[in-house]
């Protein structure tokens, strides 16, 4: 061999990564080419100046930082385990964002049998599998007897109710293809409910008076980095809409159900009324907060105009029980 | 899960009389799983130094680093219910910790070069006093760590391991999921790319800055060479198998 032998193949041969053949080959070599052999000590200095590299352990603030981080997660976990009688939040990760972090792609993948169920390991994965299947599911719209039921219902309440105006003398309202009035003691709500308001006014006690505040409905799955963005939209939503007794208490759609099925409007007033402490209600917006349902209230500050109180509650948040998951302070800008 | 860390493989129930650390890592994470709330933080606790080490090094930025590592153990907080018990628990949170920190090193790379992460870590170095001569080797450690930087991520994160923090070759290639020849010829190629940037530090005809040309003969997969602090001998536990070189 009368070439010089390249650094990446020397480094290579240290490794042990060449055949015998051409190690010795280059071992021969390097014996009587000086250049190759001070190469071959460099890269060995190399290492040894990457060994010696002393960085200092990690500084108290930043041990605490991510202790602070994982007793938020303990707390936010316990809460929402309470809702759900689970220990754990679910491990197919309820949350987007955390679904996509970058630690979740070295964490190995749960396989048929192996996996662990949170709050269950006693079960393997197909049990889990066939309790999934076993939960209430609504009955797809695109069923024809789903179908053939509505149009039923439907007819007979237009029947009724022309009957019924007929007979009081009165005009028969325009008819609507959806039979969402099916119940005809809710005339005040009719309006709302076919303009399929995203909002509604919410009364509330605050400090011995009734207070109104905007509820909003939303299919949003928060987490702790995204809640301030969404508590600001809220506030700029609730500006935008003032509440009115014409909105009162209806909101619609949440992934096909009407608000009345989302939530409870007098335990969410008494909610409100709970949680306050003084401060008024900007907004309460019913989401989920890491794949939990749960409501994210966002308060005047009493400290300054410049700032919002946020609270996560969860949905047995009333009267009695504040079900408090999270709490902070975000700037108003 | 099985006890891949050696610890017993009874799980215990939440609330028993034994004090949490004396659990093994498997047991630990079990009980986080089954809802024990200080369960995971005992386990940070545990292997936060190496932890660190891993992420400072290859973030070279103490903040950065921080960042990467609270966000992997948010991560692995999530989704330990998804462990396997293949590995490690040691494993899989340091593997978890280098994917946090390559993901930074690509976000980092799509924004301009700051120094702020430099003055950070000589900050950090001068303020902790972690070497004897400060002023000459916290200018040694910020050259090298600023030539390691240029190197390409996988072979910056395969050299962190195997020759800062020497982990057996069999651990970094288990960490960063790939064959243990692949972390061989990695480190070979970010040696060979690290020599003509660290040249310097080494006068000219004499032995190594660091540690004698015999020093440096101890290769780290040979087990006889130096030891850092940072990786006792039990760093990453024996796995099952994969001792065969691909």
Not at chain 1, 282 to 304: E, N
Request: hydrophobic share 40%; aromatic share 4%; proline share 6%.
């Amino acid at each position: 061999m009368s070439r010089h032998v390249s650094a990446v193949i020397l480094a290579r041969r240290k490794e042990g990564a060449l055949s015998t053949r051409k190690a010795a080959r280059i071992d021969a070599h390097m014996l009587a080419c000086a250049l190759c052999a001070r190469t071959d000590s460099d890269l060995a200095a190399v290492s040894s100046l990457l060994a010696a590299v002393e960085l200092p352990g990690m500084p108290s603030s930043f041990i605490q930082r991510v202790q602070i981080a994982i007793a938020d997660e303990s707390t936010a976990r316990a809460a929402l385990g309470a809702d759900t009688g689970t220990g754990t939040l679910a491990a197919e990760g309820p949350d987007a964002a955390a679904d996509s972090s970058p630690g979740d792609r070295g964490a190995p993948e749960a396989g048929d049998g192996a996996a662990l169920i949170p709050g269950r390991p006693d079960l393997p994965a197909r049990s889990r599998r066939l309790r999934r299947s076993r939960r209430f599911r609504l009955p797809s719209l695109t069923s024809p007897l789903v179908l053939r039921g509505l149009a039923g219902a439907a007819a007979v309440i237009v029947v009724a109710g022309a009957g019924f105006l007929l007979a009081n003398g009165q005009q028969q309202p325009r008819s609507t293809s959806s039979g969402i009035k099916s119940n005809p003691t809710a005339k005040a709500a009719a309006p709302a409910a076919l303009s399929h308001a995203s909002s509604a006014s919410i009364h509330y006690q605050l400090q011995g008076k009734t207070a109104t505040t905007t509820a909003f409905v939303s299919k949003a799955n928060f987490d702790r980095s995204s809640l301030a963005a969404l508590a600001r939209s809220d506030v700029q939503r609730t500006a935008r809409l003032a509440p009115s007794p014409t909105n009162s208490k209806l909101v619609t759609t949440m992934a096909g159900q009407s608000v009345a099925q989302a939530f409870d409007v007098g335990r969410l007033e008494s909610c409100l009324s709970q949680a306050n402490a003084g401060r008024t209600v900007v907004a309460a917006t019913i989401a989920r907060f890491l794949g939990k349902r749960a409501t994210l209230i966002v308060f005047h500050s009493l400290q300054s105009v410049d700032f919002l109180d946020v609270a996560i509650v969860g949905p047995a948040c009333s009267g009695s029980n504040l079900h408090l998951i999270y709490q902070t302070t975000i700037p108003a800008g | 899960m099985p006890a891949a860390d050696g610890t017993a493989a009874a799980v215990p129930r939440p609330g028993a009389t034994r004090d949490r650390e004396e659990y093994g890592d498997a047991e630990l994470l079990q009980l986080h799983v089954d809802g024990d709330p200080d369960a995971f933080g005992v386990l940070f606790k545990r292997h936060k130094d190496r932890l660190w080490a891993v992420a400072v090094r290859t973030l070279c930025d103490p903040e950065d680093a921080a960042d990467a590592l609270q966000d992997a153990m948010i991560s692995a907080f999530r989704r330990a219910g998804s462990f396997r018990g293949d590995s490690a628990v040691t494993t899989w949170l340091h593997r978890i910790v280098v994917n946090s920190c390559l993901d930074r090193m690509r976000r980092r790379r799509s924004r301009p070069e700051v120094a702020a992460g430099d003055e950070r870590l000589l900050d950090m170095i001068l303020s902790a006093g972690a070497v004897p001569d400060p002023a000459h080797g916290s200018e040694v450690s910020m050259e090298v760590m600023t030539a390691l930087r240029q190197l390409p991520h996988d072979q910056q994160v395969a050299l962190v391991l195997v020759d800062m923090l020497d982990y057996p070759v069999a651990d970094a290639a288990q960490v960063l999921g790939v064959a243990e020849g692949t972390v061989k010829s990695r480190c070979a190629r970010g040696r060979a790319r690290l020599l003509p940037r660290l040249a310097h530090l080494r006068p000219a005809g004499g032995s190594g800055v660091v540690g004698s040309a015999d020093q440096a003969e101890a290769t780290p997969d040979s087990g006889q060479g130096r030891r850092n602090r940072f990786a006792p001998e039990s760093v990453l536990p024996a796995q099952d198998g994969g001792d065969e070189e691909t």
